[in-house]
Structures are given as C-alpha cells and as structure tokens.
C-alpha cells in the first residue's frame, strides 16, 4: 500500500506508514513531526477514517508546508 507524498505539488510514491517523502518529512518542524507521529498510527487505518487528532496535525503540516513554498517563489 502507497500513497503520495502529503506535500502539496510533491509527487514521490511513499509507503502507508509514511507521511510524505523523507526531504519532506525532514522539512517539517519537530514539534508537527512529533504530533503527527502520535496520531499517525491511530490514524490511518483507512484513509477514509482518519481521526481528528491526525487531520489536524496534518492540515497544520500542509499550512506550514504552503508557507515554505510560497517562500520560495
Ligand atoms: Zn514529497
């Protein structure tokens, strides 16, 4: 099972396990890659019930990942 990458516009193939692709998932903070590491695991049994904990921490991930690419246009 794979899915891709959560990064908005990033295209890799990373497992179901896996938030997004290791650059990625490197440039997170610690602190949103702590959190989503907690909720992951609970989470994502099946995309299409993942739990509140988890789909805040990623919408968080995604907002922060919007900002590094708006700065870097
Ligand atoms: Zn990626």
């Known amino acids: ?3 891709r990458c959560r990064w ?6 990373v497992g179901n ?3 997004g692709c290791k650059p990625h998932w490197r440039a997170l903070p610690d602190s949103l890659r702590a959190w989503i590491g907690r909720s992951y695991r609970y989470g994502m049994d099946t ?3 993942p739990t509140a904990s988890y789909v805040r921490a990623h919408r968080a991930a995604i907002a922060f990942a919007r900002e590094v690419e708006r700065g870097r246009h």
């Open 17 to 19: 396990d896996l938030w």
């Open 8 to 13: 908005p516009g990033c295209t890799a193939i």
């Open 1 to 3: 099972m794979s899915h």
């Open 47 to 49: 995309d299409t019930h």
